[in-house]
C-alpha cells in the first residue's frame, strides 16, 4: 500500500534549526517532493530529491535516503515566517503513473 | 509571468447541486491536476488532464468528472454534492517538456467549496 508519514505538529524557536521527518512506503519511488503551505493558502514548491543526498537550497535542505524511504526537510535560522504546514509528497515510478502522494503535512510553528 | 489561477474563490453549494470549478494553467504549462485538501490533511488527488484527456484518475467517484480545452485551461465538475464535498480543491499545472521526473507542479490559489 501507499503510506507517508510526518509528525503533525512541531514547535522551533526563531534563529534556531529544525528537522522535519518523512518517512514513505510506495509500490515505486520517482521523486519526492516537499511543500510549503501557508494557512488558507496553496502549497508552494521548495525541493526536489530522486537521487540519494542533501540538497541545499539557501536556508532550506532537503536528505533523501531512498534503501530507508526516508527524507527529511532541514530549515535553518528560522523566521516567524516560516510558521507554515510542510508538506511532503511522492511521485511513484510506475509507467503511466504521474500522480503525487501526500503526506497529511507537519505544521511548524515558530516562537519568539 | 502569470501563475495558476483558479475561479472562483469560494463558494457555497447545497447538497445535491452541481458546481464547476476553473483553472488556467501557469503560462507554458499543459498538463493540469486537480486534488482536494481537506482541513488539516494533504491534498488527495483527484485526476490529471493532458492533450484533453484524463490521463489519471485517484480513487474518486464517477460524480467527479472533469476537461481540458485547447488553451490548457481546465474544468472539474462534481454533481450530487454531499456533505463531504466541503473542502479547498486546488489546481496543479506542470510541464511535460520539462522531464517527466522533475515537473514540478505549480498551484493555484484554490477554491473553497462549502456544500451545506
Known amino acids: 500500500g501507499q503510506n507517508i508519514d510526518q509528525p503533525t505538529e512541531m514547535t522551533a524557536t526563531e534563529g534556531a534549526i529544525v528537522q522535519i521527518n518523512c518517512t514513505y512506503q510506495?509500490?515505486?519511488?520517482?521523486?519526492l517532493f516537499w511543500y510549503q503551505q501557508h494557512a488558507g493558502e496553496a502549497p508552494t514548491f521548495l525541493s526536489y530529491?530522486?537521487l540519494d543526498g542533501l540538497e541545499e537550497k539557501g536556508r532550506f535542505s532537503s536528505f533523501l535516503s531512498r534503501s530507508k524511504g526516508y527524507s527529511y526537510l532541514l530549515l535553518k535560522e528560522l523566521q516567524m515566517k516560516d510558521s507554515a504546514s510542510y508538506l511532503c509528497?511522492?511521485?511513484?515510478?510506475?509507467?503511466?503513473?504521474?500522480?503525487?502522494?501526500w503526506g497529511a503535512g507537519t505544521k511548524l510553528i515558530i516562537k519568539p | 509571468d502569470a501563475g495558476v489561477t483558479q475561479s472562483p474563490t469560494h463558494l457555497i453549494k447545497t447538497r445535491g447541486q452541481q458546481v464547476t470549478l476553473r483553472c488556467s494553467p501557469k503560462?507554458?504549462?499543459?498538463?493540469v491536476s486537480w486534488y482536494q485538501q481537506a482541513l488539516g490533511q494533504g491534498p488527495q488527488f483527484i485526476f490529471q488532464?493532458?492533450?484533453?484527456?484524463?490521463?489519471q484518475r485517484g480513487n474518486f467517484p464517477d460524480r467527479f468528472s472533469g476537461h481540458q480545452f485547447p488553451n490548457y485551461s481546465s474544468e472539474l465538475n462534481v454533481n450530487a454534492l454531499l456533505l463531504g464535498d466541503s473542502a479547498l480543491y486546488l489546481c496543479?499545472?506542470?510541464?511535460?517538456?520539462?522531464?517527466?521526473?522533475?515537473?514540478?507542479?505549480?498551484f493555484g490559489p484554490g477554491t473553497r467549496l462549502t456544500v451545506t
Open positions: 530529491n530522486v
Open positions: 509528497a511522492v511521485r511513484e515510478a510506475a509507467w503511466g503513473n504521474y500522480q503525487l502522494i
Open positions: 488532464y493532458y492533450e484533453e484527456e484524463e490521463r
Open positions: 503560462s507554458g504549462h499543459d498538463t
Open positions: 510506495t509500490s515505486g519511488f520517482n521523486g
Open positions: 496543479a499545472s506542470s510541464r511535460v517538456g520539462g522531464g517527466a521526473f522533475h515537473n514540478e507542479q505549480y
